[in-house]
């Protein structure tokens, strides 16, 4: 009797697992693509955005992202009626997906990350965006990379076939970031111009002017841009 108890028990726990698995699954199916328009734009990795996320709001099903779309855990006013929280309470859960991207660009904390770093180092991000202050864990940054690699999030982020990942480097001290092989700084050829570059290197024209600070599409032979 015990032992079909325990055997009972056990099934039960295993269908638990499972479905918490799957429930994370059908959420980056279901908000992948919104992640991919905000890196192409802004230059931030999706798997960060989509980690983020699913750490946060616990896959959509914490109780700020039920009731509140809230799945970033960033604080704010709320007309919230149904539960009282110190947390800000959107239209929508791509509101809030936005709104995480506009709050990083409006904190100086935040903001040189995306001048600093492409949408492919997705390590880097996260190592920045938790220096900056956005979590008080001290693990939250391996928690994040964790995620990125449990469910293969990378694999949203349009990495270039060459694109070699930057070394770990086991510090308390910001590494300085070294050019790679994966052609992060470009020098434009006769012909070249930034849509041609843009595909190529699977960003957008938008980031990449805003990288390198252009104010026109126009560019020359021999000018060196960061991809």
Known sequence: MVKKLW????????????????????YIAERVDHAQELMRDNGIPASVIIAVAIHESASGQSKIARYMNNHFGI??????????????DYESVEASYDHFIEFLKSRATF??????YDQYDYRAWARGI????????RSWTSQIVGLIKKYELYQYDERPEDY?????????????RASTASGRR????????????A??????????????G??????????????
């Open 7 to 26: 055997s009972i028990l056990l099934s039960i726990t295993l269908f638990s697992v499972a479905a918490q698995a799957q429930s994370t699954e059908d």
């Open 75 to 88: 604080k704010g006013p709320n007309n919230n009626t149904e539960i009282r929280s110190a947390y800000k």
């Open 111 to 116: 903001n040189p990350l995306f001048d600093k």
């Open 130 to 137: 938790h220096r900056g202050g956005y979590a008080a864990s």
């Open 164 to 176: 070699v990942e930057p070394a770990v480097v086991v510090s308390n001290t910001p590494k300085k």
């Open 186 to 197: 470009y020098t434009v050829k006769s012909g070249d111009n930034l849509s041609t570059i």
């Open 199 to 212: 595909k190529r290197y699977h960003t957008s024209t938008k980031a990449i002017m805003k990288k390198n």
């Open 214 to 227: 252009l104010k026109s599409i126009r560019l020359k032979p021999g000018q060196k841009i960061r991809i």
